[in-house]
T-cell receptor, first 112, second 118 residues
Framework: AQRVTQPEKLLSVFKGAPVELKCNYS??????LFWYVQYSRQRLQLLLR??SRESIKGFTADLNKGETSFHLKKPFAQEEDSAMYYC??????????????FGTGTRLLVSP | DAGVIQSPRHEVTEMGQEVTLRCKPI?????LFWYRQTMMRGLELLIY????????DSGMPEDRFSAKMPNASFSTLKIQPSEPRDSAVYFC????????????????FGPGTRLTVL
């Protein structure tokens, strides 16, 4: 069964420090992975997707199929990065529909 | 576009009462999703619709939960009777997607409804 694991509930760093939010997945097919973010008092929104190989707000995430990981990284954290981050796996069902499976989330707190 | 609209934003009710949560998806989107967010389990998919038809309701926890989508612009999630363990934030999301393409289309989330069952 497909599963997404985010081992850290809370990650606390100082401004300017590197950040790595861990995400591991379990999926028998070819995975499509995403990071969603929820800032305080804002809606959950897509941050980035692995297929795009993009950098958003300084964040990057590399899919490592060998380690079944999709860790989110940023070299220098900013206070405005403080938010709840969810890793998600898109699971293609045999009906042809996509189903999004989320991890339990990691709260990132960046202190001045 | 105001995005996905959910009402009410907060709901406090007593155990045993019926609760109805409402959602208006983004116009033109053909997928609608209901999620539940709790501290212990994170974000869980309860049910989703395509073109108003329920596709997968395997995430609905019990028969006390039901969801409908009578038209393309409105969906409800009902809990009857409600219990304290149903207390959570319930999110509605919508997306546009091709029926057969394994291409993920971004889901747009509503602000959520915080439900407290006493």
């Amino acid at each position: 069964a497909q599963r997404v694991t985010q081992p850290e509930k809370l990650l606390s760093v100082f401004k300017g420090a590197p950040v790595e939010l861990k995400c591991n997945y379990s999926y028998s097919g070819s995975p499509e992975l995403f990071w969603y973010v929820q800032y305080s008092r804002q809606r959950l929104q897509l941050l980035l997707r692995h297929i795009s190989r993009e950098s958003i707000k300084g964040f990057t995430a590399d899919l490592n199929k060998g380690e079944t990981s999709f860790h989110l990284k940023k070299p220098f954290a900013q206070e405005e990065d403080s938010a709840m981050y969810y890793c998600a796996l898109s699971s293609l069902m045999n009906t042809g529909f996509q189903k999004l499976v989320f991890g339990t989330g990691t709260r990132l707190l960046v202190s001045p | 576009d105001a995005g996905v609209i959910q009402s009410p934003r907060h709901e406090v009710t007593e155990m045993g009462q019926e609760v109805t949560l409402r959602c208006k998806p983004i116009s033109g989107h053909d997928y609608l999703f209901w999620y539940r967010q709790t501290m212990m389990r994170g974000l869980e998919l309860l049910i989703y619709f395509n073109n108003n038809v329920p596709i997968d309701d395997s995430g609905m926890p019990e028969d006390r939960f039901s969801a409908k989508m009578p038209n393309a612009s409105f969906s409800t999630l009902k809990i009857q009777p409600s219990e304290p363990r149903d207390s959570a934030v319930y999110f509605c999301a919508s997306s546009w997607g091709a029926l057969s393409a394994p291409i993920y289309n971004e889901q747009f989330f509503g602000p959520g409804t915080r439900l407290t069952v006493l």
